[in-house]
């Protein structure tokens, strides 16, 4: 057994440690490592999210709907703009500002990810999805100068606009994430309990 001389020993050595991390010995673990294992969430969002695209581009005529339920349909369309086709007409430039914007945004999210506590694993995963969602429309826009999206719901009579993968991992994602602002919050002295 090595000899760490600023650690405590045992079971109750192990509440010490808890209660001051410092005590612990150094296990060599990278803790903002440790943090980016949430990374491969946003992978597996990525790939996800360009195989369905490969799937309904191969499949699925643009502007011809398949009915699967009453409430949703495949249709393949492609969205120049950002979210609800916004700014889709808008000449061919916001290409190149939504893709800023998105590397931007990503790399705020990684540097977020290596900041976040252990007990943070709720906003850990918020992240992760609106990370992947991010970079794979942003690879539809910088090969493509457009986003594929494939997937059509029905609100009643009224279509919602055609969304994917990635879509829909960033909303999960931002949906988990002010969920977690406010289950995360803690009481201030000053609020009544």
Do not use: C
Request: glycine share 8%; net charge negative; charged share 15%.
């Amino acid at each position: 057994m090595r000899n760490y001389p600023n650690a405590v020993t045992g079971v109750s050595g192990m509440a010490i440690a808890m209660e001051n991390p410092a005590a612990l010995p150094e296990s060599g673990a990278n803790p903002t490592r440790a943090r980016l294992r949430w990374l491969w969430l946003s992978l597996a969002v990525i790939l996800l999210d360009q195989a369905a695209k490969q799937i309904a581009e191969a499949l699925l005529m643009p502007h011809q709907p398949v009915s699967v339920l009453p409430f949703f349909d495949w249709y393949l369309t492609y969205n120049t703009g950002a979210a609800f086709s916004l700014l889709a007409d808008a000449g061919g430039w916001q290409r190149w500002f939504f893709t800023a914007i998105a590397a931007v945004v990503s790399v705020v999210i990684v540097q977020r990810l290596t900041k976040l506590e252990d007990h943070e694993r709720q906003t850990a995963l918020s992240l992760a999805l609106i990370l992947g969602g991010a970079i794979g429309n942003v690879i539809d826009r910088i090969l493509l100068g457009h986003v594929i999206d494939y997937i059509q719901v029905w609100l009643g009579s009224y279509p919602f606009p055609a969304f994917n993968v990635a879509d829909a991992a960033i909303s999960v994602g931002a949906v988990l994430l002010i969920l977690a602002s406010f289950i995360g919050r803690k009481p201030s002295g000053d609020e009544p309990a």
